[in-house]
Each structure stands twice: as C-alpha cells, then as structure tokens.
C-alpha cells in the first residue's frame, strides 16, 4: 500500500442489513472510489449496527461479503485503501461504550433515524437502536477521520459525531479530529421509484433498485416508476411540485454525468414515457460492470478473506492507539499485559 501519511483521512460504512441499492450506490459507494487516490480511505461492513434491527444470521454473514465484493467491484482497490468489518475491531464497540457516556439522551431522543426505525418496528425498539448514533461516533472518531462521505439522510448522525467529539475533547484536552460530513451535489438523496416523496430503502422492495438486479428486473422497476400527475407533463427539475420526475433526472445525471439542464435540453417536447426507459437503460449499463465483477470476486472465497483479514489488521493498528489515548483520558487504570 502506498505512504499514506500526510493524506486527509476519509472514512465510510454500509449496514449489511439489506442489499446494496442504487440509493447506497450514487449517495455514498460510487463517490468513495472517487477520493481513493487523493485520500487515506477506510471503508467497512458496518455489521454492529446491523443488529439493532433484527437479523437473520446467515443472511447478514452472507451479505458483509457480498458487500466486501461490491466495494472492490466498484473500484475500490484494497490496494489503495483499508476495507474491513467492523466487528472485527473490537475498539468500535469498546469506544462505542465509553462515548455513550459522553451523548445525552436528548440528543439521541432527537435522531430521525431512531425515530423511523422505531416507528417500523414497535415490537423491537431496543437499547442499541437507540444509543446506535453513539457507536456511529465511535466508528469514525477512533480514525482521526477529517470526512465522511455519506448520503443526505446521515447527516444529522455526523453533526452529533461532531458535537461528542467537541464535548470530550473540551472535558480532557484535544483528543478527537471534528471530522466533517461530505454529502455529493447530486445523488444525495435518491427517492423510491413507487413513492418519489420517501427515501429509496430496502425495506420498499418495489421502489428499490438492488446493486444485483437482473437488467431486466432493473428495466421493470423503471417502466412502472411512478412519474407525477401534474398536466404539464414536461421533464423539469422541480423536486416540490415533480418529485417522480425529479428523482428521476437525479438518477440520470448521476449515472451519466449530464446535468440538469442538459437532460431537461435531452427531453425538450418529450413527455414523462422517454424519460423512464431511458434512464433504466443508464442504469442497467452503469451497473453491469459492477454486478458481474461482484459475481467474480465474490466467487474467490480466498481473496474475498485476505482482503477482509488485512483490512482488519490495518484499521485495528489505527483504532487502538486512539481507544488507549481516550482510556488513559477517561482515567482507566494501564493494563499490566
Ligand atoms: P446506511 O447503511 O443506511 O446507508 C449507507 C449509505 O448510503 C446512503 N444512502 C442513500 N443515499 C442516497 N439516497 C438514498 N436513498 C440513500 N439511502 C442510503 C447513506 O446516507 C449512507 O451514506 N449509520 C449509517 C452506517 C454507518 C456509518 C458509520 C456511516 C455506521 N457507521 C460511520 C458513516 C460513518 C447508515 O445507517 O447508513
């Protein structure tokens, strides 16, 4: 691996709690590869977190490799970059403790992510769901990170990230880097294709585009997406008044690189039906390297687990010397051994 030192730190991570979809995709994954030269970059399986909706444990084993895959597929090079699971550093969930005691209760009682996910599931709001921002901290002030990149809906988790470490580094003296969220111009927030007003989620598998979709499945989605009633019936970006369409401009321009307008110019005359078909023909193109190269990778099981091995060494070295500065900081007693 090249020097990294002198390079900002970028750090990032996905739950394997569903599959990879297009909104995980354009909102975060694709803009990582994009910093890999210019940046030290750690990437994880965020798995801990995972479990605080509840999972099945085969499947969640199954999909933190299959999303290892997807991340080299996409041009992550573990060459270049550190990609591991969290819950093969153990300093995650140890500083994760020791920073629950450094998060107020009305902060976290302020998260829209706990308020949703308890809302959809009211049989299981358990404690980690709820003290789940705390461990976000964690992840990312345990690597000094100066950026996360990540999708419009975690950034509230990343300023309360900033206020802990802020809160600490008052209390003992400057131990934690104020890291600071990195949200892309577009793809930021990518809706659902059969309900443009909420958020692309696995748990609306009809709205949602899987990074593993068959093409033709992709193409099915995208024929049916719904588009908006309004009578003006032209391609124009106005997320309020044509939320459908919007999204679906979104999309376009970010798997091709056009902008707004020159997409907007693309369908001058044309109603919402040479919208749809279009864009999932981008879609399914951008996609299909990285489905095919995931099949391939995923495929080398040895591979697969020298990446996940090294990528665990690395971030440990780096978490650890930070879990013991915060330890001597708190005022634990050195361990002898
Ligand atoms: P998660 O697993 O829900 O989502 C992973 C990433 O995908 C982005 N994203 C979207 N972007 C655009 N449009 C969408 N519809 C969409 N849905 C999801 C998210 O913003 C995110 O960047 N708490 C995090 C995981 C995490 C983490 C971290 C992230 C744990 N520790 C430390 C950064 C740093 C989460 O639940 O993301």
Request: net charge neutral; charged share 25%; aromatic share 10%.
């Amino acid at each position: 691996m090249e020097n990294q030192e002198n390079k900002k730190r970028m750090l990032s991570g996905i739950q394997p709690s569903g599959d990879l979809h297009l909104g995980n995709y354009l909102g975060a994954v694709k803009n990582w590869d994009e910093m890999i030269d210019q940046f030290d970059c750690y990437y994880f399986m965020a798995d801990l977190h995972s479990i605080t909706v509840r999972q099945n444990p085969a499947d969640l084993r199954r999909r933190s490799k299959t999303q290892l895959a997807q991340y080299i597929a996409s041009g992550l090079d573990p060459e270049k970059c550190t990609l591991f699971i969290q819950s093969h550093v153990h300093e995650h969930a140890e500083l994760g403790w020791i920073l629950n005691c450094y998060t107020m209760f009305g902060e976290l009682s302020r998260m829209t992510q706990f308020k949703d996910k308890s809302a959809k599931n009211t049989e299981n709001i358990n404690g980690g769901l709820f003290t789940y921002p705390a461990l976000m901290a964690a992840d990312i002030l345990l690597y000094q990170a100066d950026y996360v990149p990540v999708g419009e809906d975690q950034k509230q988790h990343c300023e309360l990230t900033r206020d802990v470490a802020i809160r600490f580094n008052n209390i003992y003296g400057e131990t934690f880097k104020v890291p600071e969220p990195f949200i892309p111009k577009v793809g930021a927030r990518i809706m659902s294709l059969s309900n443009p007003v909420s958020k692309m989620s696995k748990s609306d598998p009809a709205g949602c585009v899987f990074v593993m979709d068959k093409p033709e499945d992709i193409a099915r989605k995208f024929k049916r997406a719904v588009t908006d009633s309004d009578t003006e019936h032209c391609v124009r970006y106005a997320p309020k008044e044509k939320p459908g369409v919007s999204n679906l401009m979104q999309i376009y321009s970010s798997v091709t690189g056009k902008t707004l307008e020159e997409i907007e110019k693309e369908f001058d005359g044309q109603g919402y039906g040479a919208l749809k078909p279009t864009v999932g023909d981008a879609v399914i193109e951008s996609l299909r390297p990285l489905r095919e190269e995931s099949e391939r990778i995923l495929a080398d099981k040895a591979y697969l687990e020298s990446v996940y091995t090294e990528g665990a060494q690395k971030a440990t070295y780096v978490a650890r010397k930070t879990l013991r500065k915060v330890y001597k900081r708190v005022g634990f007693v050195e361990k002898p051994f």
